[in-house]
């Protein structure tokens, strides 16, 4: 038979200690003459009891009892039943300890065992969970983008629709403007789309535009109370990032079908022209003005007119942000530049940095933004490569940011 006690003390021989204690307990010694009791329980009426069992002051606090004085067979007999158990008790009594130790030991670590089951289990399901909340943001992206694809679509076939009516009709639609807010810009609808097309995922747009949000918070007043103005916000990419920043924000916006789209993000977006939204604010109002891919876009009076409305309405101190392609990236200057038939010419960092000067804006400085991808350089160790890296795969954008003094 396999004991748990054999587990617990390997060497001990549980079967041979097992046999031993049957005899020991229920044997008669050779020397007892008969009598109507065993030894054993004429020893407990005459010994004293096991020391751990007994009260206080009593035999227990006693040293181990001898053999009577004037031993005889009987007595003898007695004296040596009463050890015999006292021994086989504390045998056993410990054995059992053991035993229920051992049980203790197994069950906790069982628990244990089970505990690092549920830890498991509840790690895979916190994993599934993480997978499950990618699957759905994944899906409402995919879900919004075939909305807004097939919205532009239908804005186009709408505007299809709307100049062959015009045409049919005989009369001419509005010239469009790049800063009025007039709905009836047939490009409108294509705009948002092209965009799109163009920029990429808002997220890739957003991580290329952090440095600026870290350069407009240093030099931004720490005032609450005055906010930053995003001109012609588009798909509203930066001022999302302004709002991911807790920074205090709105945009105006002249194309209506990037107003919805904005409001429906939750972004403070109003359908407003540029200038017409300018002209309406008080002096020293804003903390910040910012107009990213926006300075191309206008007529030189107009880039002129627009820097003396940002001074007039920026508070001392207030930052002026604005952005732009990069012309002196030559595939920029004289390819990408063009994909946007809404912007006039591109407008060299250097020329930008001396409009702003003389608008009365000082600490001007050019942030390069989009550094080219390692794998699109020359490897070429030698000056013709590195300028032919400088020309080609420069920086594909830069920032101007100044302070109104």
Same mark, same amino acid.
């Given at each position: 038979?396999?004991?748990?006690?054999?587990?617990?003390?390997?060497?001990?021989?549980?079967?041979?200690?097992?046999?031993?204690?049957?005899?020991?307990?229920?044997?008669?010694?050779?020397?007892?003459?008969?009598?109507?009791?065993?030894?054993?329980?004429?020893? /407990? &009426?005459?010994?004293? $009891?096991? *020391?751990?069992?007994? +009260?206080? %002051?009593? @035999?227990?606090?006693?040293?181990?009892? #001898?053999?009577?004085?004037?031993?005889?067979?009987?007595?003898?007999?007695?004296?040596?039943?009463?050890?015999?158990?006292?021994?086989?008790?504390?045998?056993?009594?410990?054995?059992?300890?053991?035993?229920?130790?051992?049980?203790?030991?197994?069950?906790?670590?069982?628990?244990?065992?089970?505990?690092?089951?549920?830890?498991?289990?509840?790690?895979?399901?916190?994993?599934?969970?993480?997978?499950?909340?990618?699957?759905?943001?994944?899906?409402?992206?995919?879900?919004?983008?075939?909305?807004?694809?097939?919205?532009?679509?239908?804005?186009?076939?709408?505007?299809?629709?709307?100049?062959?009516?015009? /045409? &049919?009709?005989?009369? $001419?639609? *509005?010239?469009?403007? +790049?800063? %009025?807010? @007039?709905?009836?810009?047939?490009?409108? #609808?294509?705009?948002?789309?092209?965009?799109?097309?163009?920029?990429?995922?808002?997220?890739?747009?957003?991580?290329?535009?952090?440095?600026?949000?870290?350069?407009?918070?240093?030099?931004?007043?720490?005032?609450?109370?005055?906010?930053?103005?995003?001109?012609?916000?588009?798909?509203?990419?930066?001022?999302?990032?302004?709002?991911?920043?807790?920074?205090?924000?709105?945009?105006?916006?002249?194309?209506?079908?990037?107003?919805?789209?904005?409001?429906?993000?939750?972004?403070?977006?109003?359908?407003?022209?540029?200038?017409?939204?300018?002209?309406?604010?008080?002096?020293?109002?804003?903390?910040?003005?910012?107009?990213?891919?926006?300075?191309?876009?206008?007529?030189?009076?107009?880039?002129?007119?627009?820097?003396?409305?940002?001074?007039?309405?920026?508070?001392?101190?207030?930052?002026?942000?604005?952005?732009?392609?990069?012309?002196?990236?030559?595939?920029?200057?004289?390819?990408?530049?063009?994909?946007?038939?809404?912007?006039?010419?591109?407008?060299?960092?250097?020329?930008?940095?001396?409009?702003?000067?003389?608008?009365?804006?000082?600490?001007?400085?050019?942030?390069?933004?989009?550094?080219?991808?390692?794998?699109?350089?020359?490897?070429?160790?030698?000056?013709?490569?590195?300028?032919?890296?400088?020309?080609?795969?420069?920086?594909?954008?830069?920032?101007?940011?100044?302070?109104?003094?």
């Amino acid at each position: 038979m396999s004991w748990p006690l054999q587990r617990e003390l390997p060497g001990v021989d549980a079967d041979a200690l097992a046999a031993r204690m049957g005899r020991e307990l229920f044997a008669t010694p050779r020397s007892a003459p008969p009598s109507s009791k065993t030894p054993v329980a004429e020893a /407990s &009426l005459n010994m004293p $009891s096991d *020391p751990e069992r007994a +009260a206080p %002051g009593d @035999a227990a606090s006693q040293p181990e009892p #001898g053999p009577p004085t004037a031993p005889t067979p009987r007595g003898l007999a007695q004296w040596v039943a009463g050890v015999r158990r006292r021994t086989i008790e504390r045998l056993l009594h410990d054995t059992f300890a053991r035993i229920e130790l051992w049980q203790m030991r197994a069950e906790l670590d069982s628990l244990r065992a089970h505990n690092r089951a549920l830890a498991e289990h509840l790690r895979l399901v916190q994993d599934q969970v993480q997978v499950g909340h990618k699957q759905i943001e994944l899906l409402r992206q995919q879900l919004d983008g075939t909305y807004d694809r097939r919205l532009a679509m239908l804005q186009a076939d709408l505007g299809f629709l709307q100049r062959r009516v015009v /045409s &049919l009709d005989g009369s $001419s639609p *509005p010239a469009p403007t +790049a800063t %009025g807010a @007039a709905p009836e810009n047939l490009f409108d #609808g294509l705009n948002l789309a092209l965009q799109d097309e163009l920029l990429g995922a808002p997220a890739v747009v957003q991580e290329r535009l952090r440095p600026l949000l870290e350069r407009l918070r240093q030099l931004r007043p720490d005032d609450p109370g005055r906010p930053v103005l995003d001109l012609a916000c588009g798909r509203g990419d930066w001022l999302d990032l302004l709002g991911q920043a807790t920074v205090p924000a709105y945009g105006i916006e002249p194309n209506l079908h990037a107003v919805d789209r904005c409001t429906r993000a939750g972004l403070d977006v109003r359908h407003a022209g540029v200038f017409d939204h300018l002209a309406a604010l008080p002096d020293a109002t804003l903390g910040a003005i910012t107009a990213l891919h926006l300075i191309e876009r206008l007529a030189t009076d107009d880039l002129i007119r627009l820097l003396d409305e940002a001074r007039r309405i920026l508070v001392p101190g207030g930052v002026l942000l604005l952005g732009a392609p990069n012309p002196e990236n030559m595939t920029v200057g004289a390819s990408t530049f063009y994909e946007d038939p809404m912007r006039r010419r591109p407008i060299p960092a250097r020329l930008g940095q001396f409009l702003v000067e003389k608008s009365g804006f000082v600490e001007a400085e050019v942030l390069w933004l989009t550094p080219p991808a390692e794998d699109a350089l020359l490897r070429e160790d030698s000056e013709a490569a590195r300028r032919l890296n400088e020309l080609m795969y420069g920086p594909r954008e830069y920032a101007l940011i100044a302070r109104r003094p």
